[in-house]
């Protein structure tokens, strides 16, 4: 990727930041939720930037509606991902093992067993 100079972003630059509105609303239609709607205003912003050059004003619009549109999918894509490598990863420590399921048995029955006791000496019932 090319890096532009100050000199060569600056009109694209005051062109976006002119646009900053319009991205807000379009981000927050997209996405509902402000703070990612925020983060998306940003990553569209930072791919303008970032871009060798901007369509011509009639197409700006549309430019980076699409940007922000494929930074979303992008975003939805790797959300997607990383909740089945978690899902994954948390069914392993669901499972518990047999020395487990035994721990948790014996504490039962140390707990019966005291609660018996308790009870033949109070005459309660369990």
Partial sequence: MKHRTAAAMTPDLHYILEESRWLTGLARRLVRDPGMADDLVQE???AALEAERLPDDAGRRGWLATVMRRKLAGAKRSGGRRAVRERGAARAEAVA????LMEVLEGE??????????????????
Avoid: K, Q
């Fill in 44 to 46: 569209t912003m930072v």
């Fill in 109 to 126: 029955r140390l707990l019966r067993d005291a609660l018996e006791a308790w009870a033949s000496r109070s005459g309660a019932r369990c």
């Fill in 97 to 100: 093992g047999p020395d487990a």
